[in-house]
């Protein structure tokens, strides 16, 4: 028998495996040279007559012994069993053993074992695994979700995957991964996944919306990759949940666009609304309509109860115009301010007109502020697209003009862009831009209407009153231009030239032999308030060699709202020796104390109680009671707008000696005053 083995081990003498055969009590007979090999280098109790189990750890002498007795040795070969072996230096070799049966010699003796040294393969595989749980857990706390799938299935996801997916990991292991993405964004998906597994690339980043397990959908930032993973291709996809940044953007973004005060769309949102209807409506060859609201009495709301209750009505309106159009098509928006804007689709004139008168009567309800009803008015200006604009801002400048025509005509209605209007307009801007250059081209020039004692028919003054010499339009009345010098911002220098020239012909009559008479010259609001007044007048006076006393200021009522302020000015300019008239009494904020308080030269009676005073007795009663309270209180008193003999009359027989209109003379340049009223000294 121990022939049959040696002639065995000798055909396997060069095998790169070991191989030992035993006898049926386990001892080592023999073995090849590749088992000799592993005895020199760290085996030496690998020898002949050494048991086999003798070589194995505690255990797995057990299991070869078990194997052993349980192994069919009808087989061939048995299957391989995996033992673990001491070296000499402690060290633990790890086997893969089969046993042959010798089926030539002796039944009980005739085992061969094939032994495959697989320790550094199973330290590969341990160094493999070590790697793969240092990964799982470095990745575990990744604060993002990390998802490997592999065949469209998930294969591994992470901690914070598990808690934003909303299942535990073997829930989720297996999960197509589509399941977790929103319909939506499934083809994106798709598409990169494709992508990065036939490029071997990185697919860059996108923002997809996700759906866990409970059906919430929440916004992420994703990057994916084709790796190797247990040695199958796989993607390795990281996504970071955005859903907080996207919220801040979108509540930055409803910011951006929207009215904090009201929640309404704001200039910024209606501007691209009302951009992208032109688009619609050029496409369609569409109609429709801008409607601008603002709001008449808003700022009697804000002085009287303060900016808190100005807010609170301004939501308030706001809330009204929302649900009064609940349900139909139009866009509202809060432009700034007091001022909000509908679009209108499609709306003809009548229809807006309607709509127009509906949201009169929705603003007229009361509002209930702090324990009281307010009541207010709106001024709508309407323009439609084609016909008042081709772009947005044209749209928004011709309604706003419509609402500014009604606003100047009593407030509390609605008008449309018209032909008329853009005519009106038109001229309007052509004589802003004239009105620039007037003063450097010389077209400004005085009219002077005689002041007139009427007992004695001697003039005793004169007011100087602007007029525009115009190249082309000839000579226009201050009505056609100063409100167009207030818009723009030359009232004050215009004033200015006028106190000025005044001064200066006055002065020029008085050398050259005229009535020392004063001139008087209206005042204009800027001027009056400005921080410098007494100086300005005083150096005008300097410069023209004008004496003050014979400088008379027209100031209204309009502009003493502020009395505290008012009086100080009043009584420098009263120092300075300039005298003071009040212009239009009866017609602004009338009120005695400016009369006992004031210092007042004055007192002019305004044009619209004179004209009907031969008609009308509560006329007559109040010119009456004018000029006695003027007289009891040591007050000159004029009146103006007298045309004829019965108005000259009446007031004469009420004791008004000082007359200026028509009835003596309409306003005459400079050259045609000197000839028909100045007799030379």
């Known amino acids: 028998m121990g022939k049959r083995r040696d002639t065995f081990l000798a055909g396997y003498e060069g095998y790169p495996e070991a191989i030992v055969t035993i006898d049926g009590s386990g001892s080592i007979t023999g073995m090849n040279g590749k088992a000799r090999e592993a005895r020199k280098r760290s085996l030496s109790r690998l020898h002949i007559g050494e048991t086999f189990a003798s070589l194995l750890e505690g255990e797995h002498a057990a299991l070869w012994e078990q194997c052993c007795s349980q192994w069919d040795n009808s087989e061939l070969i048995s299957p391989g069993i995996p033992l673990n072996v001491y070296d000499d230096k402690g060290a633990t070799l790890v086997w893969e053993v089969r046993l042959l049966e010798d089926r030539e010699g002796d039944v009980r003796g005739g085992r061969h074992i094939f032994i495959r040294d697989q320790t550094e393969a199973v330290q590969q595989r341990v160094a493999a695994r070590e790697i793969v749980t240092r990964y799982h857990q470095l990745i575990d706390v990744y604060v993002d979700i990390i998802v490997i799938f592999k065949g469209m299935r998930i294969v591994f996801v992470n901690n914070v995957g598990e808690d934003t997916l909303g299942g535990r990991q073997e829930q989720l292991i297996g999960e197509p991964i589509l399941r977790f993405v929103a319909p939506e964004h499934r083809d994106l998906v798709m598409s990169r996944i494709s992508y990065t597994l036939e490029t071997g690339l990185r697919a860059e980043l996108a923002e997809i919306t996700m759906i866990n397990y409970q059906g919430d959908s929440f916004d992420v930032e994703v990057m994916s990759r084709a790796i190797t993973y247990d040695g199958e291709p796989a993607v390795l996809t990281v996504a970071r949940n955005i859903t907080a940044r996207k919220q801040v953007e979108r509540e930055m973004r409803h910011m951006a666009y929207h009215d904090a005060l009201t929640g309404l769309p704001n200039r910024r949102r209606f501007n691209l609304d009302i951009s992208a209807k032109i688009e619609e409506a050029r496409s369609r060859s569409a109609r429709f309509s801008v409607m601008l609201i603002d709001v008449d009495r808003f700022k009697h709301i804000n002085d009287s109860l303060g900016h808190t209750y100005g807010d609170m009505f301004l939501q308030e309106m706001a809330r009204r115009l929302q649900d009064h ?169 215009i004033g200015t030239w006028v106190l000025r020239e005044a001064c200066r012909q006055m002065k020029s009559w008085h050398d050259n032999g005229g009535p020392l008479i004063p001139v008087a010259v209206n005042l204009s609001s800027q001027q009056f308030h400005q921080p410098q007044l007494v100086s300005y007048i005083r150096a005008i ?48 904020y009338s009120s005695l104390s400016y009369l006992k308080h004031f210092p007042i030269d004055k007192i002019k009676i305004d044009r619209s109680f004179v004209k009907d005073i031969a008609q009308n007795d509560n006329d007559k009663a109040i010119v009456a009671t004018i000029i006695t309270l003027a007289q009891h209180l040591n007050m000159l008193v004029i009146a103006e707008g007298i045309e004829t003999k019965e108005q000259l009359d009446i007031l004469m027989h009420n004791d008004c000696r000082d007359i200026q209109g028509y009835y003596f003379s309409h306003p005459l340049p400079a050259e045609e005053l000197e000839s028909h009223f100045f007799v030379p000294r």
């Open 325 to 493: 159009l609940t349900g139909s098509d139009a866009l509202l928006a809060r432009m700034g301010g007091d001022e909000f804007t509908l679009l209108f689709d499609g709306m003809d004139d009548e229809r807006m007109t309607e709509a127009a008168k509906r949201i009169t009567k929705v603003i007229e309800q009361p509002f209930r502020l702090k324990e009281q009803n307010f009541y207010v008015t709106a001024s709508m200006g309407i323009a439609s697209y084609p016909t008042d604009g081709e772009d947005a801002v044209q749209l928004l400048k011709n309604a706003d003009a419509a609402m500014y025509e009604i606003k100047k005509s009593g407030k509390s209605d609605f008008g449309f862009y018209s032909k008329k209007l853009h005519e009106k307009l038109q001229e309007k801007l052509e004589l802003e831009a004239r009105l620039r250059t007037a003063i450097a081209a010389n077209e400004l020039i005085l009219y002077y209407q005689p002041q007139m004692d009427a007992p004695s028919r001697t003039m005793t003054g004169v007011e100087a009153l602007i007029r525009w010499n115009h190249p082309t339009k000839g000579i226009l009345p201050p009505a056609v231009f100063l409100p167009i010098a207030e818009e723009a911002g030359l009232i004050y220098e």
């Open 541 to 588: 006076l300097e410069e023209t060699g004008l004496p003050p006393q014979y400088l008379e200021l027209e100031i209204t009522e309009s502009m003493m709202v502020n009395a505290a302020v008012s009086v100080e000015i009043l009584k420098d300019l009263n120092a300075l020796g300039v005298r003071i008239s009040l212009d239009d009494f009866g017609t602004g």
